[in-house]
């Protein structure tokens, strides 16, 4: 268990509907990553918060895809109008600020299947 | 573009040593890491190079050489639980991650 958690751990949903995956950083680490990852693959670099402020979105993402860290603690990833090539592992991230190569420390995931 | 080149898959037996490569062509590095992944779990951090060399952590050990754009992690005296995929990730001059696809290493008895 490395301090983050994220919520729900299995998500099954209709293609059309919307879903909210949660991600609670390690307490002190000010940056979060979102990634996605589908089978025999590394993690694809979704989004990176530092505190409320979301720094990077991946080109990959497209309108459908929203995240928010509104208080600088925790993060939610809503992806709206899901198909079924959204189904992947959601995997939340987060690391100190203090130094720039810092590692980051992966939650358990979200798995999403779309059907 | 940027690049990261790993096995697809490698298989060695229980007690024996194992060496799994990785090359990369990124723009700028900032250091490059190993995390290990379990199926259906989350990638967990195993070592960070930002100098050439050798790290050794226990069983684990990994190599750089930023000339060579080479590295490799070395797993020693292997045991059953090792079976898993190992995910080798460069982080560029944005210091963002740029991941491969993982070695899903297999272990026999």
């Known amino acids: 268990d490395t301090g983050v958690s994220q919520d729900p751990r299995h998500k099954i949903t209709k293609r059309g509907q919307n879903v909210t995956f949660r991600c609670d950083p390690i307490?002190?680490?000010?940056?979060l990553y979102w990634y996605r990852q589908t089978l025999g693959q590394g993690p694809e670099f979704l989004t990176y918060?530092?505190?409320?402020?979301?720094?990077?979105k991946s080109r990959l993402l497209s309108d459908r895809f929203s995240a928010e860290r509104p208080k600088g603690s925790f993060s939610t990833l809503e992806i709206q109008r899901t198909e079924q090539g959204d189904s992947a592992m959601y995997l939340c991230a987060s690391r100190p600020g203090t130094g720039e190569a810092d590692t980051q420390y992966f939650g358990p995931g979200t798995r999403l299947t779309v059907l | 573009g940027q690049n990261i080149d790993q096995p697809t898959e490698m298989t060695a037996t229980e007690g024996a040593i194992v060496q799994i490569n990785c090359t990369y062509q990124?723009?700028?590095?900032?250091?490059l890491f190993w995390y290990q992944q379990h199926a259906g779990e989350a990638p967990t951090f195993l070592s960070y190079n930002v100098l050439d060399g050798l790290e050794e952590k226990g069983r684990f050990s990994s190599f750089l050489s930023r000339s060579k754009g080479y590295s490799y992690l070395l797993l020693k005296e292997l045991q059953m639980k090792d079976s898993a995929s190992y995910l080798c990730?460069?982080?560029?001059?944005?210091?963002?991650?740029?991941w491969g696809a993982g070695t899903k290493l297999i272990i026999k008895p």
């Open positions: 990124t723009s700028g590095f900032n250091g």
């Open positions: 307490s002190e680490h000010n940056r």
């Open positions: 990730a460069v982080m560029d001059s944005n210091y963002q991650l740029i």
């Open positions: 918060f530092q505190n409320e402020a979301q720094l990077e």
